[in-house]
């Protein structure tokens, strides 16, 4: 690595030799990061960026961890990688922790390399074990780029990608936005469930494997469910044998301050969970599906047609010790509730009080989305040239932000502080005021 790397450079070798994902590839600007600590990263030219995105809504820990930097280390001096067939020490322990966090009736994890293989390895799982094909998942809804999970996608990147069979999208509910004409959460949450219970029937129960669901959908726009709204998924899956597969892939593992945000839904207890991300901070690739004992003990006299060659890996593995380690002692999923009740959601609604361009913000612990309308009594949204002004003005003052739609997602490290969140704060409210 040259020594006299600038923003420039090391931008400009990116645009010659990598094709990036989701892009116009002659449309593309990349900000260059040299390093990270914490909530902050840093440029060539040594600026420092508060990351209020958590990158991809992963780095749950922040950056740089030193506890996990070193378990890293010590893991790929004495074992860097195996074969998942074998047995492995620190695979076995990342299982252990990861159950530890599960619903109680949950027995094995299956190790994948991201959320999208652990989605399709739950599908794969749930039409096994029920001899039936089809699978439901919400429209406004993100669960991978593999060929089930994106045809289980309920936004257009799915279009161009629709090669898998017999998946099936409904509407969840989404209350500033309603398809049902509700008018308060409760009429919501009632009509929902009953739209979802008619694509039920008339797709015939005794074909339908499987509903799949993001435990808090996030890429499509943070939908806290309103109450009673996944309890009466799981009654709808028990009426008619179905499986319920969670997503918390992003919502996972803290971030809305509970270890997996399915806690948050009383009494709900699903049949697989697919995880990654903040399992171990995207330090190094991992996901998983989390297996309920009544689907593993089906598999126990059959075989499981499906496997990858870094099942497991002894890296990612020891990565995801670390981070729960790290989360455990430090107390991050509390900081994440604490901060998100007390300072977060707070800000953002006094920011919703201020700027009439806010349409609305909603969320959980540090996992929350404002929704930007040029015409508050009409809804409209605002359009991709405003979103890119707002990024870019975030970027100059110093604050990385995560940019969908027309939304800011505020989703920082779970380690953030109650003066950097009132930075950030701060931050968005000039640039919402200047491009007002």
């Not at 990861?98 to 599908?123: R, Y």
């Not at 409904?170 to 398809?179: I, K, N, Q, T």
Request: a neutral charge; aromatic letters at 8%.
């Amino acid at each position: 690595m040259s020594t006299h790397e600038t923003n420039q450079s090391v931008a400009q070798n990116d645009l010659d030799y990598v094709f990036h994902s989701w892009s116009v590839q002659s449309q593309l600007k990349p900000a260059a990061f040299k390093t990270g600590h914490g909530c902050y990263l840093e440029d060539f030219e040594g600026k420092q960026y508060l990351d209020f995105s958590s990158q991809l809504v992963n780095t749950n820990i922040g950056h740089q961890h030193p506890k996990v930097v070193e378990a890293i280390k010590k893991q790929a001096e004495l074992l860097t990688t195996i074969a998942p067939a074998h047995a492995n020490a620190t695979r076995g322990l990342a299982a252990k922790k990861i159950l530890e966090i599960a619903p109680k009736g949950f027995k094995k994890v299956f190790f994948t390399n991201a959320g999208a293989d652990a989605v399709e390895n739950a599908i794969r799982m749930a039409r096994l074990y029920t001899g039936r094909r089809k699978v439901l998942s919400r429209y406004r809804s993100y669960h991978g780029n593999t060929g089930a999970a994106i045809n289980a996608t309920g936004d257009a990147r799915r279009f161009n990608n629709e090669f898998a069979t017999d998946h099936v999208h409904f509407f969840g509910p989404y209350l500033y936005r309603s398809e049902f004409w509700a008018t308060n959460e409760a009429e919501e949450c009632e009509r929902a469930l009953h739209h979802l219970r008619r694509i039920v029937e008339c797709e015939n129960p005794a074909n339908v494997a499987c509903i799949l669901l993001e435990s808090v959908p996030g890429t499509a726009g943070i939908f806290v469910p309103p109450a009673g709204y996944v309890q009466g998924v799981r009654k709808l899956c028990d009426e008619y044998g179905i499986v319920l597969i969670l997503d918390e892939v992003m919502a996972g593992f803290g971030r809305t301050g509970k270890w997996l945000a399915q806690e948050h839904y009383e009494g709900v207890v699903p049949d697989l969970i697919t995880f990654a991300k903040g399992v171990n901070s995207g330090y190094v690739p991992a996901g998983g599906v989390m297996i309920s004992e009544k689907i593993n003990d089906f598999f126990n006299d059959k075989m499981f047609p499906g496997g990858l060659t870094y099942s497991g890996h002894p890296l990612a593995m020891a990565a995801i010790v670390a981070t729960i380690d790290a989360m455990r002692e430090e107390g991050m999923v509390e900081n994440a509730a604490k901060m998100g009740s007390e300072v977060l959601g707070p800000g953002l609604k006094a920011l919703a009080e201020k700027h009439k361009t806010i349409g609305e913000v909603r969320g959980l612990g540090l996992f929350w989305a404002i929704e930007l309308v040029s015409d508050p009594a009409k809804k409209t949204k605002f359009t991709p040239a405003q979103m890119n002004q707002i990024k870019a003005l975030c970027m100059e003052k110093g604050l990385l932000p995560f940019i969908a739609e027309n939304r800011i997602h505020v989703a920082p490290p779970l380690i953030i502080t109650a003066e950097e969140l009132q930075k950030g704060l701060s931050i968005l409210d000039e640039v919402l005021t200047a491009v007002a």
